[in-house]
């Protein structure tokens, strides 16, 4: 039941592995461990770009909440973020940002400007998500404003599609104004 020994000239000797045998199980465990690397910081990537999405949604949440809570119009404005570029598929992309504000009853209605109360300052999505598309009634120049009403309507839809880079994988955004 316990090891085999012989006894060769007077000495017990015992089986080991060759130098050859090791050195095969090292290389597997490397291929094994680059893979398995690759594999993790694609897994981490992903992670952060679909937290950053989350966070957005959170945003609009929020925003839809302070405008019942607070009694005033309230709403989200997504803006390119210039200050986070990078490149995607061999295109440049821009980052995106968002802030939250209280629409004020003086200056343009329904659109974030000078007059408005911020509520949450300019936050980058990181994670290098862009997007691919934005179709809004609210869109003006590249910038879209998602004001809430009281009872938690909105005037203007959203339509986003959102990229991660140099991935094939795309969320789709989308919120409808109150029927």
């Known amino acids: 039941m316990g090891q085999r020994t012989q006894i060769i000239r007077g000495r017990a000797s015992i089986r080991g592995v060759t130098l050859m045998e090791l050195l095969i199980v090292v290389a597997l465990v490397g291929i094994t461990s680059s ?8 897994i981490q990537a992903k992670s952060q770009a679909r937290a950053s999405i989350e ?37 440049a992309r821009t980052g995106l940002r968002y802030l939250r504000f209280v629409d004020s009853d003086v200056g343009a209605q329904g659109v974030y400007d000078a007059t408005d109360t911020v509520l ?34 909105l005037d203007n839809d959203l339509q986003m599609n959102l990229g991660i880079a140099n991935f094939t994988d795309t969320f789709r955004l989308g919120l409808l104004p109150a029927t």
């Open 35 to 42: 893979l398995a690397v690759g594999s993790f910081r694609k």
């Open 55 to 91: 966070d957005l949604a959170v945003a609009l949440h929020l925003a839809r909440s302070d405008a019942g809570t607070r009694q005033r119009n309230s709403g989200v404005v997504i803006a390119p973020d210039t200050a986070n570029t990078f490149v995607s598929g061999g295109v």
């Open 120 to 153: 949450q300052g300019w936050t980058s999505m990181p994670g290098q998500v862009f997007a691919y598309s934005i179709n809004s009634s609210g869109l003006s120049d590249g910038t879209v404003s998602l004001v809430f009403h009281t009872d938690g309507s």
